[in-house]
């Protein structure tokens, strides 16, 4: 989790280690939810709001919109 205003570099960054924190000591890859919002400080209200959440409500939320669990980083760093 976490907020961006470059989500490609920003995976890019987690899959090369580079990004201390939960993914680089979990060896996490994959980007498989994200979304979109108009200002920061929404983007930071619902990231504070989902991490309150466990962790079968937000598996449920990736597979309402991601099933399979699909590793969405080509969709977004396609030219």
Known sequence: MGVTNDLARRVYEHR??????????????????FEVF????LA???????KHWPRAWKANLIARTNPSWRDLYDDISAP
Not at 22 to 33: D, E, G, P, Y
Not at 38 to 41: L, N
């Open 44 to 50: 930071i209200q619902r990231e504070k709001n989902i």
């Open 38 to 41: 108009d200002s920061p400080e």
């Open 16 to 33: 090369q280690g580079a990004v201390p924190g939960q993914s680089k000591r979990f060896n996490i890859k994959r980007l498989v939810h």
